[in-house]
C-alpha cells in the first residue's frame, strides 16, 4: 500500500524555507498580484516605502512589490532538485494611478527575476479563464481611440533548475512508467493554450477576505501529472485555500504548503474522512475518458498496437503500458499540521462479481 504525507506551515513564505537545499520536485503555486487592488492590503503590510510611494509614484511600488516575490523565488530556487520545475500561475494587472490607465506585465517581471536567479525559461502556457462576459468592455465603449482590451488570459511560467531530470536507478524508471500518461492527455495538456473555467473565488465570513484568488484543480491537476513522478515532494509557498495540496494528495504526491492566512485552509481539510470519495474522482475521471478515446478510436477504425495490463485497457504508445492509477483508501490526521494518504492501485482492485437479479416474486 502506497503512502504520501502532507504538511501544512502557518509561515511568511519571504522567509528561508524550513527545507533542505535540494529537497522539493515540483514547486506549483500563484503569489498575490501586485497593482491587483485585493492584494493591496498584504502587499502595504511588506514595508512602509511600498504604502509611501504608491500614490507619487506607483512603478516604483510595484518594483518594489516584486521586490518582495523575489524572496520566494530564490528560496524556490534553493529547495529545488536539479532537473526539477517551478511553475507560476499569474496574471497582468490593469490599473488605473496617477500616471492614467495602465497594464503592469506581472508576468513579464516574474521571468525577468527567475532568469536572473538561475531558472532556466521553458515555453509557458495561457490559460483562457472564460471569466468574462463577451458584451465586457473597458473604456470608450464603442468610440475609437479610447477603448482597452480586456484581459481574459493568465500566464502559467515555467522554469528548470538546470538540465533535464536524470533516472538512473530501476526503481526510477518503474516509477516514471508508472507516472505515465496517456498519449491523448499529453495532446492536450502540452499545447500553449489552455481553455477551461477558474474556480469560484467566494469565501466565508472567517477567511479574512471576500475572493480566494485560487486556481481550479484541473490547472493543479495538469501540472502535476506533467511535471512530477509519484511519491515526488511538491510545494506550494502561497498554498492559500490548498488546491495544489489537494490535487497531490489525488494524484498520490507528498506535498508541502505554506501560507500567512491560516484561516483559508480550515474549510478543505476539516473532514479528511469525505476527501477519498471526492479526490479519487481525478483517477477515475482520466479512466473514463480513455475508456472514450479507446471507443471513439475503434470506431473510426483505428487500431491500439499496445496494452496497459494494470489498466486492462488498449493504449497507443508503448511508454503508456506501465501507466498506473490509484484510488486512495484513507486520509487521516497524523498530527495537527500533518496529513496522511494511503492508496490501492487500480490493478489491486477486485471489481464485485455482478449478481443475477432475484426472480420476481409470484402474488
Not at 57 to 76: A, G, T
Not at 117 to 132: A, D, H, M, V
Not at 169 to 197: I, P, V, Y
Not at 248 to 268: K, V
Request: glycine share 6%; net charge positive; aromatic share 10%.
Amino acid at each position: 500500500m502506497k503512502q504520501t504525507i502532507h504538511r501544512i506551515l502557518n509561515r511568511d513564505s519571504r522567509e528561508k524555507f524550513p527545507l533542505s537545499s535540494e529537497t522539493v520536485d515540483l514547486i506549483v503555486t500563484s503569489p498575490p498580484y501586485p497593482m491587483i487592488e485585493m492584494w493591496d492590503e498584504l502587499f502595504f503590510s511588506f514595508g512602509e516605502k511600498i504604502t509611501e510611494s504608491f500614490k507619487s509614484d506607483p512603478k516604483l511600488s510595484y518594483e518594489r512589490m516584486h521586490l518582495e516575490l523575489d524572496k520566494v523565488w530564490r528560496e524556490c530556487f534553493r529547495v529545488l532538485k536539479e532537473g526539477s520545475f517551478l511553475v507560476i500561475n499569474v496574471g497582468d494587472a490593469t490599473r488605473k494611478t496617477n500616471l492614467g490607465f495602465q497594464i503592469f506585465m506581472n508576468h513579464a517581471r516574474i521571468v525577468q527575476s527567475c532568469n536572473q536567479i538561475g531558472f532556466q525559461s521553458l515555453p509557458g502556457i495561457l490559460w483562457r479563464k472564460q471569466t468574462n462576459s463577451p458584451n465586457k468592455f473597458m473604456g470608450s465603449g464603442m468610440l475609437p481611440s479610447g477603448a482597452y482590451v480586456t484581459l481574459e488570459h493568465e500566464h502559467i511560467l515555467i522554469f528548470r533548475k538546470g538540465n533535464k531530470r536524470k533516472f538512473e536507478s530501476k526503481m526510477d524508471k518503474l516509477s516514471r512508467a508508472e507516472s505515465a500518461f496517456f498519449w491523448e492527455e499529453r495532446n492536450l495538456w502540452f499545447g500553449d493554450l489552455w481553455d477551461f473555467k477558474g474556480k469560484k473565488q467566494g469565501l466565508d465570513s472567517q477567511a479574512g477576505r471576500d475572493r480566494s484568488a485560487a486556481y481550479p484543480l484541473e490547472l493543479a491537476n495538469r501540472i502535476i501529472l506533467m511535471y512530477s513522478l509519484k511519491g515526488d515532494v511538491v510545494l506550494d509557498p502561497f498554498l492559500g485555500t490548498g488546491t495544489t495540496m489537494l490535487s497531490a494528495i489525488g494524484n498520490c504526491r507528498n506535498s508541502i504548503g505554506f501560507d500567512l492566512d491560516p484561516n483559508l485552509l480550515q474549510n478543505q481539510f476539516q473532514n479528511l474522512s469525505s476527501l477519498p470519495e471526492e479526490l479519487n474522482t481525478i483517477s477515475e475521471k482520466r479512466k473514463i475518458n480513455h475508456d472514450l478515446f479507446v471507443e471513439t478510436r475503434l470506431k473510426e477504425g483505428k487500431n491500439f498496437l499496445h496494452f496497459n495490463s494494470n489498466l486492462q485497457t488498449p493504449v497507443v504508445t508503448n511508454q503508456e503500458k506501465f501507466l498506473d492509477l490509484e484510488r486512495i483508501t484513507r486520509v487521516f490526521r497524523k498530527k495537527k499540521n500533518t496529513i496522511l494518504a494511503e492508496y490501492v492501485s487500480f490493478s489491486q482492485v477486485v471489481t464485485p462479481p455482478q449478481l443475477e437479479p432475484a426472480p420476481a416474486v409470484q402474488p
